[in-house]
């Protein structure tokens, strides 16, 4: 697959970040207006119940301050997860929200684990890594960006605040890093030139022939340049006098 494939856009890059938004917007919206409080169906580590936490907590937020934050960073980071890995972006997101909840689980305290943070720091987690990882320039600089944007996020996945879910933080971070290593295939590659391949053949090479053993400039005969190479001709002409 080409790297114009890879780097496409379409309407799917804008319109599935908006729908998430919406989707939460329109939750929160409903619990407020109907007086609801989803809290009780987040994350509750250890126990049975709890699990449908996996699938309910992403949506759920418990103030106007916790979703404002939430969703920016949340709209920005799925447009780009969907316009440079758009091959995989569903499996990203889907399976994001799933393995980060599920180690939430496992490790958080006794406590309502709720809202899309965790999916928050699977794609800052990944996004970055998987730049590093690919060593593509485009990704790489999507990896500084992502660092430059949200790299202080790193302090939230500690202890350091009161009433934020910092292994779900922490969740989201392990999982975009297993991410970035697991998903190697259709993601695109580096160019590689010719002497970079394990075949390659110095003697074959139309750009060496063109030099001797000591690296002197030996110019080719007829005979000598094969029918696949670019021949460039120079032409001096004496300059007049006026």
């Known amino acids: 697959m080409s790297k114009h494939e890879h780097f496409k856009y379409s309407t799917g890059v804008v319109a599935y970040p908006v729908a ?24 509750y580590p250890q126990t049975i119940k709890g699990l ?8 759920i937020h418990g103030s106007i301050k916790h979703i404002y934050h939430n969703t920016i960073p949340l709209f920005v980071l799925s447009m780009a997860l969907f316009y440079f890995y758009r091959q ?16 939430t689980w496992l490790i ?28 593509y320039y485009r990704l790489i600089a999507l990896s500084l960006l992502v660092v430059f944007l949200y790299g202080s996020m790193i302090w939230y996945t500690l202890p350091i ?9 922490l969740s989201g971070l392990i999982t975009g890093l297993l991410f970035a ?3 190697k295939k259709e993601i695109v590659k580096p160019k590689k030139y010719p002497w970079e391949h394990e075949n390659y053949n110095e003697d074959e090479d139309p750009f060496l022939k063109h030099f001797d053993e000591n690296g002197n400039f030996v ?20 300059q007049s006098k006026d």
């Open 20 to 43: 998430f938004v919406l989707i939460i917007w329109f939750i929160f919206w409903f619990e407020v207006r109907f007086g609801y409080n989803f809290s009780k169906y987040g994350i």
């Open 52 to 59: 449908r936490g996996l699938v309910l907590s992403p949506f």
């Open 88 to 103: 995989i972006a569903w499996k990203v997101v889907l399976l994001g929200i799933l393995f980060s909840g599920f180690l």
């Open 108 to 135: 958080g305290r006794p406590s309502y684990h709720i809202g899309i943070s965790g999916l928050i720091y699977v794609l800052v987690s990944f996004t970055f890594f998987k730049g590093v990882f690919a060593k």
């Open 161 to 169: 605040e009161k009433g934020i879910s910092w292994e779900g933080h």
């Open 181 to 183: 290593l697991f998903f």
């Open 219 to 238: 110019e080719l005969k007829e005979d000598q340049i094969e029918h696949d190479q670019i021949i460039i001709n120079y032409f001096y002409k004496k």
